[in-house]
């Protein structure tokens, strides 16, 4: 039997407020850009820095904690898999975008904001307590295994 996974880990900061809408059956959507930053030194020694900028996309439950916690700048730990839509512009060319399809949402600014799951991990009822409502326990930079 062949296996695969198909799963992504983010911890970043937001440059943006989300974008939220809702469908018509009522399901609220919210679309995040997310900034992860990668430091190093080059061979004479001089600091050099990329920001990779990530679409992340939740719906759902978890789309309206971020409507309502998330803002820009808010540092958060995102989880879940990597899609990539094919679609055509007007001249019909094949176009492709890819993101981040959102599973688990945690805010690891200091102010106590919390985390939401979909349900697929975890509790999905607020605990006060950890500000986690993905059923994880609340994380911080020294807990990241990586």
């Known amino acids: 039997m062949s296996k695969s996974l198909n799963k992504i880990m ?8 989300p974008e939220v809408r809702t469908t018509g059956g009522g399901t609220k959507v919210a679309n995040l850009r997310v900034a992860t930053n990668e430091r190093w030194n080059d061979r004479d020694g001089n600091p050099q820095e990329h920001t990779e900028w990530h679409r992340v996309v939740f719906y759902g439950p978890v789309a309206e ?32 975008t890819t993101e981040v399809r959102g599973r688990n949402l945690i805010l690891l600014d200091s102010r106590g904001d919390g ?32």
Do not use: C, M
């Open 10 to 17: 983010i911890i970043g900061n937001l440059g943006a407020d």
């Open 65 to 96: 904690v971020a409507e309502k916690y998330a803002t820009k700048g808010s540092r958060i730990y995102v989880e879940g898999s990597i899609r990539t839509e094919k679609w055509q512009d007007r001249d019909g060319n094949d176009r492709y």
């Open 115 to 146: 985390g939401y799951s979909d349900g697929g991990g975890g509790g999905g009822g607020r605990r006060d307590d950890s500000q986690d409502y993905s059923g994880d326990a609340h994380l911080s930079d020294d807990d990241i295994p990586f």
